[in-house]
Structures are given as structure tokens and as C-alpha cells.
């Protein structure tokens, strides 16, 4: 079965102190994923996709990489601000549609 | 910057009665869907809808639950008779044709069934 795992559950960090989530899955004809963010009470929102081995994103202090069965979140001298929980999410070829599909995410917590 | 909106915000309702969430994507997108996360667990995908009718739907979306497209610009899902498992923050989620892969998604709608 196609499954997303996302590693750890929770990190706390010192505001500077770099550190990198993981996202690993089994599929497929994977056909890209997905960084989310996710504050407390609202929506998911996009930060990077991609969708090949190699491949790199980056958006202010934060970095996504991906090799052929994971992914990675680097968060560099991160801020309170970035305090968050971070949701991987894959696509998955389905018949006429893709469906995507989250991991559980880290919940990220920058002590000031 | 577009949007996808939605209404209402919380909703607290009685076990048995029927609940419809609505939704309206961002007005160029073409493939809508909704999305529900109980209290402390995953984002779980529930239906997604293109071209007036369901393209996939998951294991949860069962006969309780139906989605509409009733005008050009909304997108309903209706919880038929509602229980107190149906309690979660509904996610309406849209992107804009085939080959664009990034779901927008909206605040979310508060459903508490008691």
C-alpha cells in the first residue's frame, strides 16, 4: 500500500538551531511532491513541489530535496516565526485523477 | 492573491442532522476537492470532483456524503445525517487544470457534531 511517513512526530529547536524533517513514502510513478505548511486552526499552505531525484527548492530559510524514496526539509537558522507543523504530501497516479496524499507532518516548535 | 473560501467557519451540530459546507474555489480552477483532518491526526483526502462529477472518492466518503457543483462558482459537501465521528475540520481544496499539480486549499470549516 502507498504510504507517506514523515519523521520526527515533533522537533524543538533553539531559534537558530538548524535541523531537517524527513518525509519517506512508497509508490508508485510518484508525479511530484508537496511541502505544506500548516498553522494551528487553518489550512495547508503550499511551499515546494518537486518531482525528480535531485531536485532542489529552496524559500528563504527553508530548503526541500529529493531522492528517490524521500524527502527532505532543511530549516537553516530558523526563527520563532517558522514554528509550524510541516506536512509532506505525495501525488499518486488514479485512474482520471491524481490523488494526493499527506503524511501525519512534524510539528516544528522554535524556542525564542 | 486568489483565494478559495470558505463557509462557514464552525458549524456545531446535533448527531443525526444533515450539514452542508460550502466552498468556492478559485474562479479559473477546474478540479475541486475536499479534504478532512480530525483533531490531532493527518490531513485524509475524501473526494475529488472535475467536469460535474466525482473523479475519485476514498474509503470514508461513503452514502452519508455527497458533493455538488450547483452554480459556477460554489462547491458543496453535504453530510447527510451526521455523527459524533464526523466531528473535524473540512478542508475544500482546488487546482487548476491537469498538468498543475498544487492544490490551493481554503481555511477550513469547523464541523462539532455533540
Known amino acids: 500500500e502507498d504510504q507517506v511517513t514523515q519523521s520526527p512526530e515533533a522537533l524543538r529547536l533553539q531559534e537558530g538551531e538548524s535541523s531537517s524533517l524527513n518525509c519517506s513514502y512508497t509508490v508508485s510513478g510518484l508525479r511530484g511532491l508537496f511541502w505544506y505548511r500548516q498553522d494551528p486552526g487553518k489550512g495547508p499552505e503550499f511551499l515546494f513541489t518537486?518531482?525528480?531525484a535531485g531536485e532542489e527548492k529552496e524559500k528563504e530559510r527553508l530548503k526541500a530535496t529529493l531522492t528517490k524514496k524521500e524527502s527532505f526539509l532543511h530549516i537553516t537558522a530558523p526563527k520563532p516565526e517558522d514554528s509550524a507543523t510541516y506536512l509532506c504530501?505525495?501525488?499518486?497516479?488514479?485512474?482520471?485523477?491524481?490523488?494526493?496524499?499527506f503524511g501525519k507532518g512534524t510539528r516544528l516548535h522554535i524556542l525564542p | 492573491e486568489p483565494e478559495v473560501t470558505q463557509t462557514p467557519s464552525h458549524q456545531v451540530t446535533q448527531m443525526g442532522q444533515e450539514v452542508i459546507l460550502r466552498c468556492v474555489p478559485i474562479s479559473n480552477h477546474l478540479y475541486f476537492y475536499w479534504y478532512r483532518q480530525i483533531l490531532g491526526q493527518k490531513v485524509e483526502f475524501l473526494v475529488s470532483?472535475?467536469?460535474?462529477?466525482?473523479?475519485?472518492k476514498s474509503e470514508i466518503f461513503d452514502d452519508q456524503f455527497s458533493v455538488e457543483r450547483p452554480d459556477g462558482s460554489n462547491f458543496t459537501l453535504k453530510i447527510r445525517s451526521t455523527k459524533l465521528e464526523d466531528s473535524a475540520m473540512y478542508f475544500c481544496?482546488?487546482?487548476?487544470?491537469?498538468?498543475?499539480?498544487?492544490?490551493?486549499f481554503g481555511a477550513g470549516s469547523r464541523l462539532t457534531v455533540l
Open positions: 504530501a505525495v501525488r499518486f497516479p488514479m485512474n482520471r485523477d491524481d490523488k494526493i496524499i
Open positions: 518537486l518531482y525528480s
Open positions: 470532483f472535475y467536469n460535474n462529477e466525482i473523479s475519485e
Open positions: 481544496a482546488s487546482r487548476r487544470y491537469s498538468g498543475a499539480n498544487v492544490l490551493t
